[in-house]
């Protein structure tokens, strides 16, 4: 079992619907986790980070969290052409060392 | 000002010499980090240094040797180099703030290609 696991995708949504993005991981012992975004030939770049379980909303994301089943997702509102990316879960544990998932590649259709 | 600097940003060679690629940050972080991301874009970190000394080393040949001369620069030396070694390095830093683990920033990349 891969320790944070993500759907490849792609994700295919149309401009202006809401793109969910899913995440579950294996540690229990996690405590942080981050969304990130990255585009094609460019670094990672963070979108949301989330502690506690719940949600947390900056603007049109929404990182979820349940770590009673070790879930986590990242809800874009108004989806937009340039949010077509590949968005990365990343979970980490008491080491500070981040586990990344492989990625799920979203495709925003105009 | 760029945060992480990374340099080269391409870097084609021969299988079987030796690259260094460099890194520096400007943001005063304490932590350094180097990743590996492959072909099918999976990103896995190598190596951690915080405040000059070595944090994590993860399972990776010994060719690959980390050094930060202080803690604003982590410099990656690979030595014989293989063709599975052609991958993306990512170098990134993040200031610790206690139990929870704090944002990593990423440089542009080194794209490693090993002919």
């Known amino acids: 079992q891969k320790e944070v696991e993500q759907n490849s995708g792609p994700l295919s949504v149309p401009e202006g619907a809401i793109a969910s993005l899913n995440c579950t991981y294996s540690?229990?012992?996690?405590?942080?986790f981050f969304w990130y975004r990255q585009y094609s030939g460019k670094s990672p770049e963070l979108i949301m980070s989330?502690?506690?379980?719940g949600d947390k909303e900056d603007g049109r994301f929404t990182a979820q969290l349940n770590k009673a089943s070790q879930y986590v997702s990242l809800l874009i509102r108004d989806s937009q052409p340039s949010d077509s990316a590949t968005y990365l879960c990343a979970v980490s544990g008491a080491t500070n060392k981040l586990i990344f998932g492989t990625g799920t590649l979203l495709a925003v259709q105009p | 000002d760029t945060a992480v600097s990374q340099t080269p940003k391409y870097l084609v060679t021969q299988m079987g010499n030796d690259k260094s690629i460099k890194c520096e940050q400007n943001l005063g972080h304490d932590t350094m980090y180097w990743y590996k991301q492959d072909s099918k874009k999976f990103l896995k970190i190598m190596f951690s240094?915080?405040?000059?000394?070595?944090?994590i080393n993860e399972t990776v040949p010994n060719r690959f040797s980390p050094k930060s001369p202080d803690k604003a620069h982590l410099n990656l030396h690979i030595n014989s180099l293989e063709l599975g070694d052609s991958a993306v390095y990512f170098c990134?830093?993040?200031?610790?703030?206690?139990?929870?683990?704090?944002?990593?920033?990423f440089g542009p990349g080194t794209r490693l290609t090993v002919l």
């Open positions: 240094y915080n405040n000059k000394e070595l944090i």
């Open positions: 990134a830093s993040s200031q610790p703030q206690g139990p929870l683990t704090d944002t990593q920033y």
């Open positions: 989330i502690y506690s379980n």
């Open positions: 540690d229990r012992g996690s405590q942080s």
